[in-house]
């Protein structure tokens, strides 16, 4: 079993949407949990961090984490075109390096 | 307002050469990574350096070395290339671990 785990997709929106997008992991030591959005042939850009569990809004983004469950997820409300990219997951515990998903791609369409 | 700044975007090599993958930040992060990223496997980590003056193996470091030059720029280098290394590699960098990193624009590298 991969220590994070994450449906690659695609998956296809129409404008307007709410997405959802989430990951899976193993390791109950994990603590730190981050949201990055990569555009094609571009690098990852960090879009939401969070410690622990609970739900962390910016925007039209949402991010939560169900420790107790070992997933989390990330929300896009009134999806666009322009989100169309691949959302990577990742997660640390206390003093590692982030194990990043192998990310997946999002198609809104207009 | 560079952030992590990757050379060269671009780049092919024949089976058995060697090259350095330069990168530089200008965030005065002290937590430096490389990556590579292939179809379906998703970012898996070279080497990192913790902090400057250190260097440590990650997932995937067989057939890469990699030197902390300063607290800016942490370089990748390829001795004897292969085709199992042709992939896009990514530099990222980090105030510290389990903070958020940024990461640079890429390098791609095709091994023939």
């Known amino acids: 079993q991969k220590e994070v785990e994450q449906d690659p997709g695609p998956l296809s929106v129409p404008e307007g949407a709410i997405v959802s997008l989430n990951c899976t992991y193993s390791n109950s030591a994990f603590q730190y949990f981050m949201w990055y959005r990569q555009y094609s042939r571009k690098g990852p850009e960090l879009l939401m961090y969070?410690?622990?569990?609970g739900n962390k809004e910016d925007g039209r983004f949402t991010a939560q984490v169900d420790k107790s469950s070992k997933y989390i997820s990330l929300f896009i409300r009134d999806s666009q075109p322009s989100d169309s990219a691949t959302y990577l997951c990742a997660m640390s515990a206390e003093g590692q390096n982030f194990v990043f998903g192998p990310g997946t791609r999002l198609s809104v369409l207009p | 307002n560079a952030g992590v700044t990757q050379t060269p975007k671009f780049q092919v090599l024949k089976t058995g050469q060697s090259m350095t993958l330069q990168c530089a930040q200008d965030?005065?992060?002290?937590?430096m990574y490389w990556y590579r990223q292939d179809p379906g496997m998703g970012l898996r980590l070279i080497y990192y350096?913790?902090?400057?003056?250190?260097?440590d193996k990650g997932e995937v470091p067989n057939g890469y070395n990699v030197s902390r030059l300063n607290k800016r720029e942490f370089s990748l280098r390829l001795e004897s290339a292969a085709p199992s290394q042709t992939s896009v590699y990514f530099c990222?960098?980090?105030?510290?671990?389990?903070?958020?990193?940024?990461f640079g624009s890429g390098t791609r590298l095709t091994v023939v």
């Open positions: 350096s913790a902090s400057e003056g250190t260097t």
């Open positions: 990222a960098s980090s105030d510290r671990q389990n903070y958020g990193y940024t």
């Open positions: 965030m005065n992060h002290n937590s």
């Open positions: 969070t410690y622990s569990s």
